[in-house]
């Protein structure tokens, strides 16, 4: 079960201008256009969501990049789940009229 008391955490950006939030995503302006990545990798976080929407399995997007864990993967979720959440509480979701 996903736990739904997750508070994201932000790194201050660092020396070459990168972000790092939870230690899972890496968002750095030179690598992938800026892309939010999966940390440490030039694996953008939305390629996880494609799967998913795509009906594939978390299995099948771990083994084609090998790279990532199924922490991570799990852990990104969780951050995309609790934001969602949090944002049509606070009433911040702006595909809303």
């Known amino acids: ?34 892309e939010p990545c999966f940390y440490k990798t030039r694996v953008p976080i939305k390629i ?11 299995d099948d997007f771990l083994e084609g990049f090998p790279p990532i864990t199924r922490e991570q993967a799990v852990k990104v979720l969780e951050l995309a789940k609790a934001n969602l959440i949090n944002s049509l509480r606070t009433g911040e979701n702006s595909s809303r009229p």
Do not use: C, H
């Open 48 to 58: 996880l969501f494609d799967y998913i929407e795509g009906g594939e399995p978390l």
């Open 1 to 34: 079960m996903l736990n739904m008391a997750i508070e994201t955490v932000t790194t201050p950006k660092t020396d070459d201008d990168s972000q790092v939030i939870e230690d899972v995503i890496w968002i750095n302006p030179n690598r992938q256009g800026g």
